[in-house]
Each structure stands twice: as structure tokens, then as C-alpha cells.
């Protein structure tokens, strides 16, 4: 089966710092990646869509500056939040979505927690 | 807007059968998918409908009713492993956004032997 990963998988950083985030397809090639935030015992929400060589799409409420995305490959997706708060502490998961596929390959999830 | 609703919560007892609903109200429609997922790790995938009717996958089954905007997860022979959050999640069929999940609010389910 597909396989989505995510690195790191817990980090603690400091108030203001920046951190990244990497998804990964080990297997397939997605042209689309989905950027998720979950917050305790509630579901997952959209932040953004990640296409391949484009700038990504936002949902509405999500800070494009402050929650920077690049897709640089076929296989790999980056999120990087910047000027970290406690607030955005969560758990932040990626899913891939391959070529002329319908079901999205969800990563195991990066779990974020700002001092 | 969207707007997918489920049970917050939900109890049953092992062995039992115990059926999750999930209502919707999208712009589009493109499919729907039933994820499972444990605390802490990533939604697994566990059934997708495209088409009015019943899909049956082992234990699991997933119905749809696209014109009532309704959908059921049933789950049988419940075991205590099946404890877990379970998402009901729609794809709506927008231009340009080919993939894209919407998700409903996720029903714990808590199984009691």
C-alpha cells in the first residue's frame, strides 16, 4: 500500500521560533499533498492544499505567512510554522493524494508543542 | 457552506453491533469516505461510496443515500480494538480541488466489554 511519512514526529520549540515540517509519498508520486490541524478530541481541519511547483491554496482563517508550505517535488511537502505560539500547538497531519487517484494516504502525524 | 454532522460519542458493548450515522450538506459531491482513527496516530481509511447503497468490507459496512445526504458506518462483532474516533469525511466536487476532504467532527467510540 501507499505509504505517507512525516518528520519529525514530536517537537517542543521554543515561543517564536520557526519549525518545519516534512511529508513524504515513499512509494507514489502526489501531486497533491493536504495539510491537517487536530486539535484535542476534535477532527481534522484543512489548513491548506499543496500542489507540485505551485503556490498552495489556504483555507479561509489559515495565516499563509505565518503557515509557509512548499511542494518542491513530487514526493516531498514541507510546513513551516513560523514565529511558533503556544496556540499553535497541535497535531499537525499531511495526506498525499496520487495522480488520477481518489483516496488521500495519510501520514502518521507531527505532534507540536510550543513553550 | 459545508456541513458534516455525526454523534460525538457513542457506547457499545463487545460483540454488539453499533451503527455511527453522518449527515452532509455540501456544495458538491464526490464521494464518502469513513476513516478510523486512534488517539494520538493518523486516520486509517475504511470505506469509500460513491454510489447509493451498501458496501460491505469483513466486519465493516458503509451505506449511502445521496439524496437524503446520509451515510451510516456499521460496524459488527465489535471488539475492543475498535475503540476509537471514527471521521465521516465528504469530497466535494469543486473545480480545481480534485481530493480535497471536508470532515465531519468524529464520533468516539467507546467499546465496554
Known amino acids: 500500500g501507499a505509504v505517507v511519512s512525516q518528520h519529525p514526529s514530536r517537537v517542543i520549540c521554543k515561543s517564536g521560533t520557526s519549525v518545519k515540517i516534512e511529508c513524504r509519498s515513499l512509494d507514489f508520486q502526489a501531486t497533491t499533498m493536504f495539510w491537517y490541524r487536530q486539535f484535542p478530541k476534535q477532527s481534522l481541519m484543512l489548513m491548506a492544499t499543496s500542489n507540485e511547483g505551485s503556490k498552495a491554496t489556504y483555507e479561509q482563517g489559515v495565516e499563509k505567512d505565518k503557515f509557509l508550505i512548499n511542494h518542491a517535488s513530487l514526493t516531498l511537502s514541507t510546513l513551516t510554522v513560523t514565529s511558533a505560539h503556544p496556540e499553535d500547538s497541535s497535531f499537525y497531519i499531511c495526506?498525499?493524494?496520487?495522480?488520477?487517484?481518489?483516496?488521500?494516504?495519510f501520514g502518521p502525524g507531527t505532534r507540536l508543542t510550543v513553550l | 457552506g459545508q456541513n458534516i454532522d455525526q454523534p460525538t460519542e457513542m457506547t457499545a458493548t463487545e460483540g454488539a453491533i453499533v451503527q455511527i450515522n453522518c449527515t452532509y450538506q455540501?456544495?458538491?459531491?464526490?464521494?464518502l469516505f469513513w476513516y478510523q482513527q486512534h488517539a494520538g496516530e493518523a486516520p486509517t481509511f475504511l470505506s469509500y461510496?460513491?454510489?447509493?447503497g451498501l458496501e460491505e468490507k469483513g466486519r465493516f459496512s458503509s451505506f449511502l443515500s445521496r439524496s437524503k445526504g446520509y451515510s451510516y458506518l456499521l460496524l459488527k462483532e465489535l471488539q475492543m480494538k475498535d475503540s476509537a474516533s471514527y471521521l465521516c469525511?465528504?469530497?466535494?466536487?469543486?473545480?480545481?480541488?480534485?481530493?480535497?476532504?471536508?470532515f465531519g467532527q468524529g464520533t468516539e467510540l467507546s467499546v465496554k466489554p
Open positions: 461510496n460513491v454510489l447509493d
Open positions: 495526506s498525499a493524494l496520487p495522480a488520477d487517484y481518489n483516496e488521500q494516504f
Open positions: 469525511a465528504v469530497s466535494p466536487e469543486w473545480e480545481g480541488q480534485g481530493g480535497k476532504l471536508i
Open positions: 455540501t456544495s458538491g459531491f464526490n464521494g
